[in-house]
């Protein structure tokens, strides 16, 4: 709780290459998933390691993909890539990278070491999956629709264990 009594909201980014496939997509679906569970304090948002996109509306192949499986959150039309800094890392609660190698990257930005405790908070999207373990989300860039299905199917395998472990972060 905050000083004045209010709830502090919890403050998530989900992180990827370039900022308009898996992060965004990420992002669509755990705000989704935050507001059917009716909660109300966790912010969500999105940002690439690289800058290569910045500015770039979400994937039109991830748009579709996320449409035809009834997601209708605002960031599915309104997203802008945008690339992560040092700030947007130590302002979250929790950072969820795609890959090991977005965590590498991430590391990098905030200046730390593998085994860093600064770092404890940005964790692999898929290591919430109790089925896949700590692995790297599919990569649908190079793919077709079925690509970005199959990167939903791995997101959505994963948001309920995020969203356990939100609510023991917001129970602290």
């Known amino acids: 709780m905050a000083e004045n009594g ?21 992002e669509v679906v755990l705000r989704e998933r935050l ?17 290569y996109e910045l500015g770039e509306p979400m ?8 449409l035809a499986a009834g997601y209708s959150d605002p960031g599915i039309g309104a997203h802008r890539a ?3 800094s040092a700030s947007d890392l130590r302002s ?10 977005h965590v590498r990257s991430l590391r990098r930005v905030l200046g730390v070491g593998a085994d860093d405790e600064a770092a ?9 999956d109790p089925a896949s ?11 077709d629709e079925v690509d970005f ?14 969203l356990e472990h939100l609510e023991a972060l917001r129970v602290r």
């Open 35 to 51: 507001a059917e569970a009716g909660i109300t304090d966790v912010v969500v948002d999105s940002t690439g390691t690289t800058g």
């Open 133 to 143: 373990g700590p692995i790297d989300l599919a990569d649908p860039w190079y793919g």
């Open 6 to 26: 209010s709830v502090e909201q919890l403050r998530v980014m989900t992180v990827c290459t370039g900022n308009i496939c898996r992060s965004p997509m990420a």
């Open 120 to 128: 404890t908070h940005v964790r692999l999207i898929r290591s919430f």
């Open 149 to 162: 299905e199959q990167c939903l199917a791995e997101i959505e395998a994963s948001v309920d264990g995020i």
């Open 82 to 84: 945008r690339q992560v």
């Open 59 to 66: 994937d039109p192949r991830a748009r579709r993909v996320l």
């Open 92 to 101: 979250r609660d929790l950072v969820l990278a795609a890959t090991h190698e």
